[in-house]
């Protein structure tokens, strides 16, 4: 039953492994800790985002919101929605995310970015659940058809879940060393929703506002995902290439700020 | 072995850094049990800390050539909100051994029952410590790393924690540390005293002792 640990010296296989281990261990206690084991559990993970979007598209259909465009609203608001809840809730989730957790820095192989990557996963798994539910459901009863090209739509799914890691990832291990992204984060959120492409289509916008809009990266993954789901009924306007570039930088950003984290961080 | 050359920590403050460790060399080879005294706030738990990986130093190298353990007796390291179970089997799939070896041992060790399918947050301290203890035996190390704190629990309990590290586990390498001279001289084959940052090491044994109680004798 004695179950001994690997000496010092580790190859880069070993650490992927542990890592891998960690990062699995993070996640379901991560689970037991937000859901517990009371009533449905861990299927609020994706029962949440589903009500938010649900209520959204309800809101939507009701109030016949002005998308500039004849598109299904139902459709419209699930891949609007859904991609919001995707890119946002990730950096809410890693902002401040190592305080409830240092006293798990006590193990050596627990490190800040295992708590980042194992909160990011949770997410984007919540989130991409959410949205395959709602479609399958909403299909079910006949209210929204399915994507013309599900690989397109998979393509901007993962561009938008790629900026929404690297911006957790940054948000999350700048909130380490300043309090003011933590109270600025939460009204920067608030004003990008309208702004991220989920409730327009970037071709009904003015050609000057098209211009400015399409500086925001989420804006990009969207309109790729929405040329997915509609196909030939919308014109998209999307740069790949700029998204995969401000993701990657943006990326670089986070990794680098945590590296500085974890170098200062003291277990508690 | 494990080898600490030059390491140096230092906290930020709003007076300014403060150097807490300075130029600190440290050796433990394999089998060695090395006592660290030192007064509250001399830097004890810091240094365990960079021992154990927990902790980066600001400057100087860390060595581990042998499996070092997490600084035991830490009592903190649960989530209120899980059970005991959820936090043994949490620590199993961070070092990758197999939970359920492990529950009847800590079931057992602990004398925690059926409370150890209960939220942590309704322990009492003791049971808390108990429970620490008994996790902290679940995973093996060549080194284990010990902070005073150990002594937790009523005599018995303590006796009993006293066989399975000190007995159970003999063969192996220990960094203790502590204000309590007496733990170290019953526990451990070397001593070191860490005051003003410094580590200070000492060919025998009663020469630590001697110059840590002089210390003492003139701060107070």
Redesign the interface.
Known sequence: MRTFVQSGAVSLIQSWRIQRRVIWALVLREILTRYGRHNIGFLWLFVEPMLYTVAVTALWTASRSVHGTNLPIVAFAVTGYSSVLLWRNMPGRCVKALEPNLSLLYHRNVRPIDIYLSRLMLEAGGATTSFVMLVLFFHFIGWLDFPEDVLKVAGGWCMIAWFGASLGLFIGSLSESSETIEKLWHPAAYILFPLSGAAFIVDALPREAQHFILMLPMVHGVELLREGYFGSRIVAHYDVTYMALFNTTLTLLGLAQTAKVSRIVVPE | MIRLTGVNKV?PTRAGPVNILKDVNLTVESGERVGILGRNGAGKSTLI?LV?????PTRGLV??????S??LA?G????G??TGL?NL???C??????PD??IA?VQEFSELGIYLGEPVKSYSSGMRARLAFAISM?????CFLIDEVIAVGDARFHEKCGHELFEKRGDRAMVIVSHDGSYIRNHCTRAAVLSGGELHHFEKMEDAFSFYYEEAALAA
């Open positions: 906290y800390r154990s990986g927990a902790e980066l060595e581990r050539g042998m499996s070092v997490w600084p830490f903190g390291a649960f989530q909100s899980l959820d089997r949490f620590i799939r961070i070092y990758g051994a197999n070896d492990k041992f679940i995973i093996e190390f060549d």
